[in-house]
């Protein structure tokens, strides 16, 4: 009765107590209460702000996209082609004429890729039923692995069990992917509109921005990251178009000597695939093997043009790229990567195209927001 007693004692004199890490038996070395509670809620309330903000931003980004992704476009190649309107200025060209022939190069060049591609691209897409049964035919060495995966499926509750073997339905990939990446006439007219006008009022839109601030200091500041936003984007595309341009002949070689149909479409597609970083090289290699399966009649003849394309992809990625670009255009892959991830989940290709130079521009504006702290030397 003591004994029931005394733990009855106890338990009442806890009651309103704190519980302390001896009742959950934890041993702990030297606790401190926490100090500046406020303090740290008035953190966690601006993280919460910033975060509701940023996450009701990508959602305006995403549902305003018709809009927002062109004319992004449009802006990110216009700040591209700026040094050259620069030149064309200094030289006493008239802005109007400047304006108008950047943007004919800029339709002469959409529309030449566009012809160049649609012509193949139709046919394959019209072929796409005869197309599939060919693949499924060629690919006959993976429907035991196929089939077990099917049956490994079927027994977690996850398909139907109808159906065995591998199945190639080609025009249910073609189909989604032709519509998606075929922008609607909507778009190009915002494209081209935004891109024009952009290029027309480049020199008045910069006075407005730095008209903005009134100390000089960030005038200054505003006029610097300006013109190292331009001068870094048109590096970029300069550098990376003239390697692209070796990568596309390159593609029409290997599809020319192996004999590949359309083989100048296929330098024009390896052209435009290598704008988009690690993705584009790999969806060049699936697209040759898919259309060598159909054009030659043995598997290991449908494997020479994208193992040839994956070597010479492997050599410009590893040493002709980075010796051409240098240290001064060298971006951290992870980053790379995770801005490809987020752009084209956000605005699909057109987002991928768009990632590095989106994330140039940011890193211009956090580099000069921002600086890293120089070492101060010795006297």
């Not at 992004?72 to 700040?79: K, Q, R, S």
């Not at 998606?180 to 006075?207: D, K, M, N, Q, S």
């Not at 390697?243 to 290997?254: E, H, L, Q, S, T």
């Amino acid at each position: 009765m003591d004994d029931v007693a005394g733990r009855n004692g106890t338990s009442r004199a806890g009651v309103g107590r704190r519980p302390s890490a001896q009742d959950f038996g934890l041993r702990l070395t030297d606790p401190r209460p926490l100090t500046g509670v406020s303090n740290l809620w008035r953190i966690a309330a601006q993280a919460a702000t910033i975060g509701i903000f940023v996450v009701l931003f990508i959602a305006a980004l995403d549902l305003a996209r018709a809009v927002v992704m062109p004319a992004t476009a449009a802006v990110v190649i216009g700040l591209m082609l700026g040094p050259l309107s620069s030149r064309a200025d200094k030289l006493g060209v008239p802005v109007i004429v400047t304006a108008l022939a950047l943007w004919l190069v800029v339709i002469a060049v959409f529309y030449g890729v566009v012809v160049l591609l649609s012509q193949p691209v139709g046919d394959w897409v019209g072929r796409a039923p005869e197309i599939g049964n060919t693949i499924r035919a060629k690919l006959h060495v993976l429907d035991s692995l196929w089939s077990s995966v099917g049956e490994l499926r079927n027994s977690l509750g996850a398909g139907s069990g109808q159906g065995s073997g591998m199945n190639v339905d080609l025009m249910a990939v073609l189909q989604p992917a032709v519509l998606y990446v075929t922008p609607a006439i909507g778009e190009l007219v915002v494209f081209f509109g935004t891109l024009f006008f952009f290029l027309l009022g480049r020199i008045r839109l910069r006075h407005m921005l730095v008209a903005i601030f009134d100390a000089r200091e960030a005038r200054l500041r505003t006029i610097k990251i300006m013109n190292d936003i331009e001068h870094n984007l048109t590096s970029y595309l300069s550098v990376v178009a003239v390697i692209n341009f070796v990568v596309g002949i390159a593609g029409f070689c290997i599809a020319y000597f192996v004999g590949l149909p359309n083989a100048v479409a296929w330098g024009v597609l390896a052209f435009v695939m290598n704008f988009i970083p690690y993705l584009g090289a790999l969806m060049m290699e699936l697209i040759l093997f898919g259309v060598g399966l159909v054009t030659f009649p043995t598997l290991a003849h449908a494997l020479i043009a994208p193992l040839l394309y994956l070597g010479f992809s492997t050599l410009e990625g590893h040493f002709i790229t980075p010796s051409i670009m240098g240290r001064r255009l060298t971006l951290n892959p992870l980053t790379v990567f995770l801005s490809l991830a987020f752009w084209t989940w956000l605005w699909g290709p057109v987002g991928a195209f768009l990632s590095v130079p989106i994330l140039i521009l940011l890193l211009v504006i956090a580099n000069h927001l921002f600086p890293k702290d120089e070492p101060v030397l010795p006297a």
